[in-house]
């Protein structure tokens, strides 16, 4: 059984950081595209950054360029988010999602993913 648990969230100020772990149980991270998702209230799931499979190619929304950091530790089965400089419009519930495909590649489209944590929530409030 897959199952991938996020933890890190929490209450930080604006300007603080972050890091959140996805721990993925039950499938084998390294051959495969890992996405980080975020969704506030009212809005529709958005893509963050995401890290390839097979090339290691990492991208990021626009949005967190040069405040995010996505790294994947292939021996503790896990993927990180470390977020930096965080702004009260980072305030939502984030998610991480493993595309099941072998050697699969990033992808902003939330239907390339099969396998989703339960979320963890961000809130970036003074």
């Known amino acids: 059984q897959v199952q991938l648990v996020e933890s890190g969230g929490g209450l930080v100020q604006p300007g603080g950081s972050l890091r959140l772990s996805c721990a993925a149980s039950?499938?084998?991270?390294?051959?495969?595209?890992i996405g980080w998702f975020r969704q506030a209230p009212g809005k529709e799931r958005e893509g963050v950054s995401c890290?390839?499979?097979?090339?290691?190619?990492?991208d990021y929304a626009d949005s967190v360029k040069g405040r995010f950091t996505i790294s994947r530790d292939n021996v503790e089965n896990t993927v990180y988010l470390q977020m930096n400089s965080l702004k009260p419009e980072d305030t939502a519930v984030y998610y991480c999602?493993?595309?099941?495909?072998?050697?699969?590649?990033?992808?902003?489209?939330?239907?390339?993913?099969?396998?989703w944590g339960q979320g963890t929530q961000v809130t970036v409030s003074s």
């Open positions: 890290i390839s499979s097979s090339t290691g190619h990492i």
């Open positions: 999602a493993i595309d099941r495909g072998y050697g699969s590649s990033c992808s902003w489209s939330v239907y390339e993913y099969d396998y």
């Open positions: 039950g499938f084998t991270l390294d051959y495969h595209a």
